[in-house]
């Protein structure tokens, strides 16, 4: 079964503009990483945050976590066209990945 | 990081048929994952396969169903067997970080299959 759920469960914004996902998840975590997937084809690895870490950065890529609330969230400032794709995060249990449900973005120029 | 590539890429299949979908990894990985992907959906693992033992099948999936080869530390093969319209889902494998420094994963472009 899933690990959580995501929201916006699809969001549409124009170039530019920032770019808000949302996560939550059910078990306590080591780590909570997002993905990123273009057009039904493999995934990038976008970003790891650890249990103990509450904000991460990576270029326009801003992560925060919340243990208490076990929820996540991706910032993507400056949005661009190239943004457009599927993001997932994902925790950590024993080795395997366990998604969530996905943001479906679209970048509109 | 590490490289992986899939075959076949896309295929249309028969109900009925079985297809074998290989992953070959440029480094060697103890672990490498299996994933479903229905359509509009998120990623679910159907197995961990391990070189040397048998895979460990998540809740929901079989190994009649889905049997698993790994025979060495660079590639394994996934069955879809006795295939239905409801195995049509991208399936993609992946590993974990080659130098064991992260937890992150690496993925394969996936197998889009669309069974008839």
């Known amino acids: 079964s899933q690990q959580g759920e995501e929201d916006p469960q699809a969001l549409s914004i124009q170039e530019g503009e920032n770019a808000t996902m949302n996560c939550s998840y059910k078990t306590s975590i080591n780590n909570l990483q997002w993905y990123r997937q273009n057009s039904g084809r493999g995934l990038v690895h976008l970003i790891l945050?650890?249990?103990?870490?509450r904000e991460k950065h990576s270029g326009r890529l801003r992560v925060t976590l919340d243990t208490s609330k076990k929820s996540s969230s991706l910032l993507i400032t400056a949005s661009r066209a190239a943004d457009t794709a599927s993001y997932f995060c994902a925790t950590t249990g024993g080795g395997k990945l366990i998604f969530g449900q996905g943001t479906e973005l679209s970048v509109k120029p | 990081s590490a490289v992986i590539s899939q075959k076949p890429s896309r295929d249309i299949c028969q109900r009925g048929t079985s297809l074998t979908i290989q992953c070959q990894v440029d480094?060697?990985?103890?672990?490498m994952f299996w994933y479903r992907q229905q359509p509009g959906q998120s990623l679910t693992l159907i197995a961990t396969a391990n070189q040397g033992s048998e895979a460990t099948y998540e809740s929901g999936f079989v190994i009649d169903k889905f049997p698993i080869s790994r025979p060495n530390l660079t590639f394994s093969t996934l069955t879809v067997s006795n295939m239905s319209p409801e195995d049509s889902s991208i399936y993609l494998c992946?590993?974990?970080?080659?130098?064991?420094?992260?937890?992150?994963?690496?993925f394969g472009p996936g197998t889009r299959l669309t069974v008839t």
């Open positions: 480094s060697q990985v103890t672990m």
């Open positions: 945050i650890r249990s103990n870490e």
């Open positions: 992946s590993v974990e970080d080659p130098t064991g420094k992260t937890y992150e994963q690496y």
